[in-house]
Antibody, heavy 119, light 110 residues
Framework: EVQLVESGGGLVQPGGSLRLSCTAS????????MNWVRQAPGKGLEWVSY????????NYADSVKGRFTISRDNAKKSLYLQMNSLRDEDTAVYYC????????????WGQGTLVTVSS | EIVLTQSPGTLSLSPGERATLSCRAS???????LAWYQQKPGQAPRLLIY???SRATGIPDRFSGSGSGTDFTLTIGRLEPEDFAVYYC???????????FGQGTKLEIK
């Protein structure tokens, strides 16, 4: 069974940093591109970033470019999101999602981790 | 940048009725790049449809997708109580690579 489990969320002050993790099981993690998608409270879904299986290609949404860094460790079956210079508007549930298909879509999602940016 | 507009914002129907949800793109997109997701309160989104019309694994056949160009539709043939949720369309664009979601349609029990 495919499972994605996020962790690392919490309360952080504006301007602060946080690192999210996503641990995968039930599939060959090193064969799949992975993504972060977020959802502000009561709002819709917003794609944040993606990374290919071997980390050769990385992309970010304009709203986080220069502040967030996606990475992965295939040996640990883990995906990461380093978030710096956090703003109030970064408050959201952050989901990791597996990418598949061509053109790609998200076939499995974690349960999400809540990041709250507030003073 | 492509914008996806979903309508209606809220759809009120009764179990057993047929639901038709719309997703309109601001410019023509490849139908193979269009997906639909279902999200229930407190849960992660779940993939329903990819490639505009292909059902994901385990999705009941009362869910169907159609459309091309700028207009796409998710149809739920006969609503079950567990179908009441928020539905999102999503499009993948390759230049630059990015994913765009519609704002969602809330399907509520009438």
């Amino acid at each position: 069974e495919v499972q994605l489990v996020e962790s690392g969320g919490g309360l952080v002050q504006p301007g602060g940093s946080l690192r999210l993790s996503c641990t995968a099981s039930g599939f060959t993690f090193s064969s799949f591109s992975m993504n972060w998608v977020r959802q502000a409270p009561g709002k819709g879904l917003e794609w944040v970033s993606y990374i290919t299986s071997g980390s050769s290609t990385i992309n970010y949404a304009d709203s986080v470019k220069g502040r967030f860094t996606i990475s992965r460790d295939n040996a640990k079956k883990s995906l990461y999101l380093q978030m710096n210079s956090l703003r109030d508007e970064d408050t959201a549930v952050y989901y990791c999602a597996r990418r598949t298909g061509a053109p790609p879509y998200f076939d499995y999602w974690g349960q999400g981790t809540l990041v709250t940016v507030s003073s | 940048e492509i914008v996806l507009t979903q309508s209606p914002g809220t759809l009120s129907l009764s179990p057993g009725e047929r639901a038709t949800l719309s997703c309109r793109a601001s410019q023509s997109v490849s139908s193979s790049s269009l997906a639909w997701y279902q999200q229930k309160p407190g849960q992660a989104p779940r993939l329903l449809i990819y490639g505009a019309s292909s059902r994901a694994t385990g999705i009941p056949d009362r869910f169907s997708g159609s459309g091309s160009g700028t207009d796409f539709t998710l149809t739920i043939g006969r609503l079950e109580p567990e179908d009441f949720a928020v539905y999102y369309c999503q499009q993948y664009g390759s230049s630059p690579p990015r994913y765009t979601f519609g704002q969602g349609t809330k399907l509520e029990i009438k």
